[in-house]
């Protein structure tokens, strides 16, 4: 089995968990396949006037304990067995931080970095339109994810809308805040990972205002979390993004960063820091490592070069199996993506459920959910751990894949 392909390392986990579990091999066996898969075709005219034709995914898992939550990513490398798996961790990210969603997932094959904006809300609008009759408030609620923000939502939502006759804001979840968006929606996922490397370090009785960070990966997820983190007084110590990765032991200011390369477009030739390897810093000497770009970075090959003493995995499925093994062996504390980067998806929540009551709350009201619900999240999966001698990964998965079955088995099988 290839340590690689990200499906079967979710149905490896799955499988894992169902054993420490004695869960039933008939739920098992359903809960390894999605509900629902979708491949469309999206023609789109170019600027250029030529007409491309674009692969989209929709994977629908489970809808067990709610309505299918999970973004959409426009991605080069986005494939099936990608959007498979992504669609399940989502199943289990809402499953452990007990919000009421199945999991889903989408992608489309395409290059946004080589499209103009009014090529990708052509495209945008376009795939909104082919699958109008698979997403909705209680079918398959999107959010953003790699590539895609609150503009790509708003596109989405406008779409549908008009295609309704009337405004539906609560088909999904990310929008800008005057089209219905949540405030504190787009620092959440950062935001949750700094909540559980805050608690982590409790554990370990290490000083956060001592700890050195390495962040692989400075879109959304790395840069929130390297702000939180420098607030709570830790120092950024490296960070890469697909170009290059910088270094300084001397600390790296996170929005000075951010500003640098919103004007250069790379992280590459930061003042004040050396270029090291892009992936390079996730071996780097610090402290805390996470990995917040995309799946399968650390792996067989590199784990055991690791020197962080606590991983925050702020990207979905950044360690494979057989890395994870090595980084428990090595006494590293890792804190799995479907606990760690699930502050995203449960502002999502938050999101949904002002729409549908059509409320607004307070920025300060919503951090304050969100961090209620990560730590009782975090030390849940602790305890778990704890309790069943395992690690937290596998801990997790236990917590999420109990809940799920435990609604399956309310529930019962139709017909």
């Given at each position: 089995m290839s340590e690689l392909n990200p499906?079967?390392?979710?149905?490896?986990?799955?499988?894992?968990?169902?054993?420490?579990?004695?869960?039933?091999?008939?739920?098992?066996?359903?809960?390894k396949h999605p509900r629902r898969v979708i491949m469309v075709s999206l023609p789109v005219r170019m600027d250029d006037g030529r007409i491309e034709v674009f692969k989209g995914y929709i994977v629908l898992h489970n809808s067990w304990r709610g309505p299918y939550k999970g973004g959409i990513r426009y991605h080069p490398q986005v494939n099936l067995d990608e959007i498979k798996a992504l669609a399940m961790w989502m199943t289990w990210k809402c499953a452990v931080v007990d919000i009421p969603y199945g999991g889903a997932k989408s992608g489309i094959e395409c290059n946004p970095k080589a499209m103009?904006?009014?090529?990708?809300?052509?495209?945008?609008?376009?795939?909104?339109?082919?699958?109008?009759?698979?997403?909705?408030?209680?079918?398959?609620?999107?959010?953003?994810?790699?590539?895609?923000?609150?503009?790509?939502?708003?596109?989405?939502?406008?779409?549908?809308?008009?295609?309704?006759?009337?405004?539906?804001?609560?088909?999904?979840?990310?929008?800008?805040?005057?089209?219905?968006?949540?405030?504190?929606?787009?620092?959440?996922?950062?935001?949750?990972?700094?909540?559980?490397?805050?608690?982590?370090?409790?554990?370990?009785?290490?000083?956060?205002?001592?700890?050195?960070?390495?962040?692989?990966?400075?879109?959304?997820?790395?840069f929130n979390a390297a702000v939180s983190l420098a607030e709570m007084g830790a120092k950024i110590v490296?960070?890469?993004?697909?170009?290059?990765g910088i270094y300084s032991p001397e600390g790296i200011e996170p929005k000075k960063l951010y500003e640098f390369k919103a004007k250069t477009g790379s992280v590459k030739?930061?003042?004040?820091?050396?270029?090291?390897?892009?992936?390079?810093?996730?071996?780097?000497?610090?402290?805390?490592?996470?990995?917040?770009?995309?799946?399968?970075?650390?792996?067989?090959?590199?784990?055991?070069?690791?020197?962080?003493?606590?991983?925050?995995?702020?990207?979905?499925?950044?360690?494979?199996?057989?890395?994870?093994?090595?980084?428990?062996?090595?006494?590293?504390?890792?804190?799995?993506?479907?606990?760690?980067?699930?502050?995203?998806?449960?502002?999502?929540?938050f999101e949904w459920v002002q729409n549908l009551t059509r409320e607004r709350w307070a920025e300060e009201e919503v951090k304050a959910k969100l961090e209620q619900k990560m730590v009782k999240s975090f030390y849940e999966v602790y305890n778990a751990a704890k309790k069943h001698n395992v690690s937290m990964r596998t801990a997790a998965m236990m917590v999420a894949v109990g809940r799920v079955t435990d609604a399956f088995e309310k529930a019962g099988l139709f017909p």
């Open positions: 499906y079967e390392v979710a149905v490896r986990r799955l499988e894992e968990a169902g054993r420490l579990l004695s869960i039933s091999s008939d739920v098992i066996r359903i809960l103009s904006k009014s090529e990708i809300e052509k495209l945008t609008r376009r795939f909104t339109a082919t699958i109008i009759d698979d997403i909705g408030p209680f079918k398959y609620v999107p959010a953003p994810d790699v590539y895609t923000d609150e503009q790509v939502m708003a596109w989405i939502m406008d779409t549908y809308s008009t295609i309704k006759g009337y405004s539906v804001p609560e088909v999904v979840t990310g929008k800008p805040l005057s089209l219905g968006g949540s405030p504190g929606r787009g620092e959440a996922t950062g935001f949750g990972v700094a909540i559980c490397i805050r608690e982590a370090a409790k554990i370990l009785d290490l000083d956060l205002t001592r700890l050195t960070v390495a962040i692989q990966g400075f879109g959304n997820v790395g490296a960070v890469s993004d697909s170009q290059a030739g930061f003042p004040g820091s050396r270029e090291i390897g892009r992936d390079e810093v996730l071996t780097v000497e610090c402290d805390v490592l996470i990995p917040a770009a995309l799946e399968n970075q650390i792996t067989s090959k590199n784990a055991g070069e690791v020197k962080a003493k606590i991983v925050g995995e702020g990207a979905n499925g950044p360690t494979t199996p057989e890395a994870d093994a090595i980084l428990n062996r090595n006494g590293v504390l890792v804190i799995p993506d479907i606990l760690a980067n699930a502050g995203g998806v449960t502002v999502s929540y």
